[in-house]
């Protein structure tokens, strides 16, 4: 895990997005590493995060979270975006200092 932390790269914007398909399973220490890595949930199923790390590195480290026929999905966010009615007010994430 420390590989999720460890990098040279500057942090950048990544948002996790989920389906968990098995009704009655319990996803919590789903959210505690989601919570670890520093993300915030946005809706029910995304989750935005920090990161100086790729989004494969993410996505290899959360997999073992989730059950073999979940879907898990990882991407760096564009700096276009927009949204309405957020769980999260996104400033916390925005306001975070860009680099150029």
Known sequence: MSSIYASSQKP???TVDYDLIAPGRDY???GNALRKLGAERILLSKWVLRSNTSASQIRKYLIQFVDRNDRLFVAELPTDWAAWNLLLSMSTMVAY???S
Do not use: C
């Open 12 to 14: 950048r914007l990544f």
């Open 28 to 30: 919590t220490a789903l």
């Open 97 to 99: 200092p860009t680099y």
